[in-house]
């Protein structure tokens, strides 16, 4: 992955120096590569670009390949992903690269009002938009429900930003590099009830990328990894048609279909990598992936059991809100550190001990989520 | 497919229409479909829509089930159908819906302005937007190419738009109802040249969906058609790096892909759907499907051999030129067509004895392109 933060370089050669920098860790060069499978989720409304596929292929070796662009919000690299592994696992290819690339900064021309309002597109056309909901809202309105049902406090919140803050400051690829303080968090300006700046990721520039092989060429590699299980789901939009929208349905058949390919259960998974857009995002993730018990997600953040000295870490790479959030690179961002967890090459913020491994990505108002899970070459 | 044309409705309840007509067709609900392959590609630019699976899904009764948007231009449904079909094969689903939508026209509150800079998001953002390149000029490039190599001539693109509206007087759903003629076609004003207005395919809103089932379900369907091939291939970008752009590459590639998956020869072919978005890029295609030899494009059409009465019929539905172009529904439509050619249900356009057809959609400057074959059931 390339570092996440503010990029002024055109998506392809942005795309490029993770896809290059994901050939050469696997040893691999394009002609070995058989198709790719592209994200990226907001390039037609940010700078007028479709169709950026071949454009990002031909830029990294791999025009005349198949090549097909996600886009599903937040979730499109992670879907990307999961189609290039049963790409793999049925066996109609042996090696591709799955990855995205998004540009959300002001360098792309447009300022932090004109990208909400891209953002804002994830939600429902006729019946959300019109509303001026925007994302904030949209995972304010799933936390306040959880602080409702469970007794969640602006304070929890507030330690999962301190949390993921402390973990980016080891990253050297994290959009933000400063710690924070449960304090300055509870002091920021509100964004939207109960969020303030803190609880908030940022729109970051960036890209990654993943060489999937299949299984009988894994161990002609180096430092492979398995891919266990990925579950995909959705939910129904828009928000208000949701029974109990802080459950997050999605992400917890997502789950259950991706533990029981991986024929794990949440006890045995080591860590994570959740889709923190908001703090609140995190605590109901926590609890989805069946990491923590319901209701319990605010109290496990407040405690350090997600911290990366706990007993369940939980983004340690910094995860959203302090790795940053290029949005149709976050998913397989998610993979490469997934990956280099479980080979123990990630560096400061190294954990120890860990083999099972899944990542939470998830679009929209969380009605589509991708969960992966990932361990250690058996 | 819903009627090609202009339609009022939001994306959702369009694609519905084609969608709850695929669900008749089969026989089946949602419950029995397993995933969605959905297209669309430039919600986000015309309506502020991105993430629309999920909506769709909801829409049609798939919310819950995995589903995943793809865009590769006017290739979209294509690539979606593709990775349908992959799916499927391999056994990961046994029923899965595959479609796409699109709203193109002024309904969507954009001028046809507005609407050109949209498309010209489909081509190389660095190095042909800024040019002011937009498709009708892509398009008159390579067939200026192929006229200077074959002597192609603009009476005889002008019997590919008095063929395909011909047709598309006949079929119901079709944009344009009504006939035209060669002194018409060669007296319209320039668009790009060669090309007249008569030569230029129509911004369409509509939908279209196919149900895919395993071969081993097919059986127990009324009137099931075999997929026997489908081949995607890509191509350099930008245009002005293709050494032969005439010859349309990624074309040759996928039809040879497509042709080796169905065990079949170009001669085999009784009838295609090619994506005729201009009339020189029918020409183009049906070389590079090997439907007629190569520089005979444009003599075949003028002799008659492409009629639906002609030796190799193609675009019996009219085409894009006269059916009309919704880009994410077009790629699908052609599945449609081709299914009710090879059951002989396509009405007052049916061809006579039709057991082998191959539908052809290409995205952008024809850098990605998707080659199916579809036969009668065997």
Redesign the interface.
Known sequence: MTKFGVHDT??QELFGEAAFAAFDDAGVGPDEVEALYFGN??G??T?????L???V??HVG????????????CATSA?AF??AV??V????HDVVLAGGVERCTPETGLDTDAMT??F???????YE?PTGLTFPAVFALLTKRHMHEHGTTEEQLAHVAVKNHGHGSLNPKAHFGKETTVEEALDGPVVADPFRLMDCCPFSDGASAVVVVSDDLADSFDAPVDVTGVG??????PLA?KDTPHVT??AR?AATTAYDQAAVTADEVDFAEVHDCFTGAEVLASEALGLVEDGQGGIAAAEGRTRRDGEMPINASGGLKAKGHPIGATGTAQIVELTKQLRGTAGDHQLSGVECGVAHNL??DA??TVVSVMEGRA
């Open positions: 055109p998506m989720a907001m037609g409304q700078e007028n670009v479709t169709h596929g071949p454009q292929a031909t791999l025009a005349g390949k198949p090549v097909q662009r996600y886009e599903d919000a879907n999961k189609n049963e790409a696992e049925s066996g109609r309002r891209i804002a597109s994830a939600s429902h056309r006729q938009q995909h789901a959705t939910d129904v939009v048609d349905q999605a058949d679009g929209g009605a589509t």
